[in-house]
């Protein structure tokens, strides 16, 4: 069809995590894998391989499940994979190996069809993340994929390198007008909210 339908991957910055590592793409894949809490790990090692595989190709899906499983907290046998064990013994080399296997896993994702990634209150989120997300965006400036997000200003302040290669677009939005502000109360309250409540 002339729009494809398109995958849709959110995140969302929370106070509690603000700058913790991969506090932003964490829950964002776990969610994109359908991992849930009460999972045992194998399960949950099940699901992340099959979300992997889903698109990267074979001979690939083992080392970026491996590192993807890193970032959302499911670990693989290091035993298994060299690059895995050495990464777990150099911090510097497991927070590149992430970035690639994220570039990798978003880029076989684009080549079967658009992606959308969310990142909301992202002035609550991370650099690793934000790294991660500029990494997948390099070099694809023709690939479907689009990456958005939404934050209190001063975000800059926060990630001072934050869109200097990608050069993004910024739509400051001002506050509500009051009669803005009364249709949005209205629209989650009701129309048999009163006006006093309203105001």
């Known amino acids: 069809s002339?729009?494809?339908?398109?995958?849709?991957?959110t995140g969302r910055g929370d106070p509690m995590r603000a700058g913790s590592a991969f506090g932003l793409l964490g829950p964002m894949l776990r969610r994109a894998a359908g991992l849930l809490d009460e999972d045992a790990l194998g399960v949950k090692q099940q699901k992340l391989r099959a979300r992997v595989a889903r698109h990267v190709a074979s001979g690939e899906v083992q080392r970026v499940s491996d590192f993807i499983g890193e970032l959302v907290g499911v670990p693989f046998d290091g035993g298994a994979s060299v690059k895995l064990a050495a990464a777990r013994q150099d911090p510097g080399l497991m927070t590149d190996q992430i970035r690639r296997a994220f570039a990798d896993l978003v880029a076989a994702e684009v080549g079967a069809g658009p992606l959308l990634i969310v990142l909301e209150d992202a002035h609550w989120g991370?650099?690793?993340?934000v790294d991660c997300v500029d990494a997948a965006l390099a070099g694809r400036e023709d690939a479907p994929l689009f990456a958005i997000g939404f934050a209190l200003p001063g975000l800059v302040d926060v990630f001072p390198r934050i869109?200097?290669?990608r050069r993004p677009h910024v739509l400051l939005l001002h506050a509500l007008r009051r009669k803005g502000s009364r249709e949005l109360v209205r629209t989650f309250l009701g129309e048999r909210a009163d006006a006093v409540?309203?105001?």
């Open 2 to 9: 002339l729009f494809p339908s398109v995958t849709v991957w």
């Open 126 to 129: 991370d650099l690793p993340s």
């Open 163 to 165: 869109g200097k290669e």
């Open 197 to 199: 409540t309203v105001d």
